[in-house]
């Protein structure tokens, strides 16, 4: 049960990790941001990317938080053993 469970919050891990990726692709497209399906993806990401963009610098011109963003919940996901890697 506790096994089962553990592996459900591994593969929302994941699946959110691809949401972030999207949600950087995305964002080449500053007029696709009113997009229905956009504004989801962004509503299901910014919990982790807001607090995580404030802690981490930008590089210049580039923001490297999605990237440790998906790292970190790749990791998690992981650990949790979700069966995805």
Avoid: C, E, K, N
Wanted: glycine residues 6%; proline residues 7%; aromatic residues 16%.
């Amino acid at each position: 049960m506790i096994a089962t469970l553990l592996q459900l919050f591994g593969m929302a891990a994941y699946l959110l990790g691809w949401l972030i990726i999207a949600r950087s692709l995305l964002s080449w497209f500053p007029d696709i941001r009113s997009h229905p399906i956009v504004d989801f993806i962004y509503q299901l990401t910014d919990p982790v990317m807001i607090p995580l963009q404030r802690f981490v610098p930008r590089m210049g011109m580039f923001d490297i938080s999605p990237m440790l963003a998906v790292i970190v919940l790749w990791f998690i996901a992981y650990r949790l053993g979700a069966g995805i890697f």
